[in-house]
């Protein structure tokens, strides 16, 4: 998956200079998406969802996830529309 992603921001970028300020923005915000999906696996490896406590530090970071992969997709269109 990690692959994938970083394919996109090649391509998304592809046309802009290593510096360009949309280029590094979109690369922080996919180290930001896999640092929150590596959170994700390794709670939801270890959470006893038996307990109440466990299942909403889940929801969370579930949430937090998906606000991330949208953050980095406006990465990308920012690349994109650059």
């Known amino acids: 998956m990690v692959c994938t992603f970083k394919l996109v921001v090649s391509n998304a970028s592809s046309l802009l200079n290593d510096n360009d300020p949309t280029k590094l923005e979109a690369e ?3 180290n930001d998406l896999i640092r929150s999906f590596s959170s994700l696996n390794g709670l939801v490896k270890e959470a006893d969802v038996q307990l ?3 299942r909403e530090k889940v929801a969370d970071a579930l949430t937090d996830t ?3 992969l949208d953050k980095f997709e406006q990465g990308i269109m920012g690349c994109i529309e650059a």
């Open 28 to 30: 922080t915000r996919l």
């Open 52 to 54: 109440v406590s466990n």
């Open 66 to 68: 998906l606000l991330t």
